[in-house]
């Protein structure tokens, strides 16, 4: 299981202070809206100059028409990341049509589908999308590894049942750890480490419990421990 840092600071200076505390660790680092709107490609070379090993996650969440979704992939895939992401309720087509544009890059992105937000429970989930999560998510799964992706952005809980039904080398990074049972805020599917081993996961995602701490390069230190 590997370690992705969410970098979700107030400005770039705190995100590259952050970076810079934790240059020595083999980690992700994921880079959202907040701060890919604000500071832009610029911010992802500062990234790479502080350690050109980090690995970026662009966590972009695309959502658009197929054509939309495939330009921004292509051009995505021009700049120096190493994964990111598209909504899986985007459908089929726009999955396969992202994939079948990346296809001429020798070295492409990570492709991964988000299937359930883990901002969810089962009752606010059931509200908009109609159905329970479980079956939600292993249906945008299977369609995720039908049309190529790489794997999908899901909660913990939902983990081992996807890669029972894909392929257990289709990966799982979920959002909403609390590693040592920290408190949940906006996240509801939350779980921590050991629960994220059992359940197979490729990756974590942990933002709050480690820029909000005191000393973040602490708490990397001790997850990359329990790992
Ligand atoms: O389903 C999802 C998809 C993405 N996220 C993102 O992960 C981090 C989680 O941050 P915490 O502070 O550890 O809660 C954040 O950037 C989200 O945008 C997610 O939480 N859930």
Aim: charged share 30%; with cysteine; glycine share 4%.
């Amino acid at each position: 299981m590997q370690l992705c840092v969410a970098l979700d600071l107030p400005s770039s200076k705190e995100n590259l202070q952050l970076v810079q505390t934790l240059a020595k660790y083999d980690i992700w680092l994921k880079v959202g809206f907040r701060s890919f709107i604000r500071d832009g490609q610029d911010f992802l070379d500062k990234i790479k100059e502080i350690n050109p090993n980090f690995k970026i996650f662009l966590d972009l969440k695309l959502y658009d028409i197929p054509n939309t979704m495939a330009d921004a992939a292509e051009e995505i895939a021009k700049m120096d990341v190493d994964m990111f992401n598209i909504h899986a309720s985007a459908g089929k087509k726009a999955m396969q049509t992202v994939m079948e544009r990346l296809d001429k890059y020798e070295k492409r992105p990570l492709v991964l589908a988000v299937t359930a937000l883990t901002s969810f429970d089962y009752h606010s989930f059931k509200e908009i999308y109609g159905t329970d999560i479980e079956e939600k998510a292993k249906e945008f799964a299977l369609q995720s590894y039908q049309a190529g992706l790489d794997g999908v952005v899901c909660s913990v809980y939902e983990s081992s049942m996807i890669k029972h039904e894909t392929d257990k080398s289709f990966l799982t990074l979920t959002p909403g750890i609390r590693p040592f049972g920290e408190k949940s805020d906006d996240q509801k599917r939350v779980a921590d480490i050991e629960t994220a081993k059992k359940e197979k996961v490729d990756i974590i995602v942990v933002g709050r419990p480690v820029y909000k701490s005191e000393e973040p390069a602490k708490v990397v230190e001790k997850i990359l421990q329990a790992l």
